[in-house]
């Protein structure tokens, strides 16, 4: 089988993570991977790729000064696309994010290959602009498969593409060696928050609830890893709190789950959710979460008081509770972390990418 993945950027995040995996994957199997991405030739991938995946990257992430210049970038990236994945000869072309696979639709028009389009986010609340919008009603027409991550995403484009709608999970990789809690809670005082530094990812509702049972829990330390545009906002708050040596913000961490030893609770407290990566890795790493149940992804992860803990999204009362209920028990962490690993099985590799092997055509080439 030959398969080309299509994505902006394979810089550090959720959907990157996931398209390094599933090409390793592939890969493995002694199928023909290859990834084609915007990124400038210099831009290395955030994600170990393995030997044989193909890396082709064309350098069409230029920013646009206007409308002109956004058309111009748009026909650019439409030609040169199209052009590399003529040469491909794919019997699959899988796009990921809605503005990407837009581009990948009309790149293919008329192409012998299977095209199949996926949907990162909830497209509720992910806003793209109307003319996206628009091209992207029209477009998804063309694809042979349109592949969401929850229930709730699949909503937005129902009854019109009812026939070609796949709800496929993120994939969630085992865990060797996991140290549950049972035996070194003690030692774990690190509450951990993780991705891009957005307005979306809702951290600034994380770092008003940490400061709220800061005096209960001295001895916790808040670490909010990633990178984005609310650093200086997210810097200038854990100042005007007075929490300068108990927040952190390290950025991004290639090895972040190397200190999973010293995490007792993660927290996730987003707006809106695609299927978070982040969340599930904790889990599978036998710590407690507590998440907001925010549209698309927390509530087909979490099972309340089981794995985990939902709170309402915005809700700095809810979700200060909730930590603090949790940091007060460490015998109630200990088990909704052990319950939390069976997330493996729930979302594994091979019965997530037998799930992607279903949207792909049948063929043997």
């Not at 810089?11 to 493995?28: C, D, L, P, Q, Y």
């Amino acid at each position: 089988m030959k398969v080309t993945l299509v994505i902006a950027t394979l810089s550090a995040g959720g959907a990157e993570r996931v398209v390094s995996t599933m090409a390793n994957f592939w890969a493995r199997q002694g199928w023909a991977v290859t990834i084609v991405s915007f990124d400038d030739r210099k831009t290395v991938p955030f994600f170990e790729l393995a030997q044989s995946v193909r890396y082709s990257p064309l350098s069409l992430l230029s920013d646009s000064t206007g409308f002109i210049s956004g058309l111009w970038n748009n026909i650019r990236r439409v030609v040169r696309l199209r052009r590399t994945l003529a040469d491909t000869d794919s019997d699959a072309i899988i796009s990921f994010g809605e503005k990407t696979n837009v581009t990948t639709l009309i790149a293919t028009w008329g192409m012998p290959a299977r095209v199949i389009v996926s949907e990162r986010t909830d497209p509720h609340m992910h806003r793209i602009g109307r003319i996206w919008t628009a091209l992207r009603w029209y477009t998804y027409g063309r694809a042979d498969r349109i592949v969401v991550q929850s229930s709730g995403a699949r909503e937005y484009f129902l009854p019109q593409f009812e026939r070609t709608l796949a709800i496929i999970p993120n994939p969630v990789l085992a865990v060797s060696g996991v140290q549950l809690l049972h035996d070194d809670h003690s030692t774990r005082r690190v509450i951990l928050g993780v991705g891009r530094l957005s307005a979306e990812k809702g951290f600034e509702n994380l770092v008003y609830a940490f400061a709220q049972i800061r005096t209960q829990y001295p001895d916790w330390t808040l670490a909010i890893v990633g990178e984005g545009p609310q650093r200086p906002v997210l810097e200038a708050l854990r100042e005007s709190l007075g929490l300068s040596t108990c927040v952190s913000l390290p950025g991004l961490e290639p090895t972040l789950w190397d200190r999973s030893s010293s995490v007792g609770l993660f927290v996730l407290c987003s707006n809106f959710e695609g299927f978070p990566n982040a969340l599930c890795e904790a889990m599978a790493h036998g710590i407690p979460v507590v998440a907001t149940d925010c549209p698309s992804g927390p509530r087909e992860i979490i099972e309340h008081g089981k794995n985990g803990l939902l709170v309402p999204p915005a809700d700095v009362k809810a979700l200060a509770n909730a930590m603090a209920s949790l940091l007060a028990d460490p015998d109630r962490r200990a088990r909704m972390g052990s319950c939390a690993t069976e997330i493996t099985q729930r979302f594994g590799l091979e019965k997530v990418m037998r799930m992607w092997e279903d949207v792909l055509p049948r063929t043997s080439g």
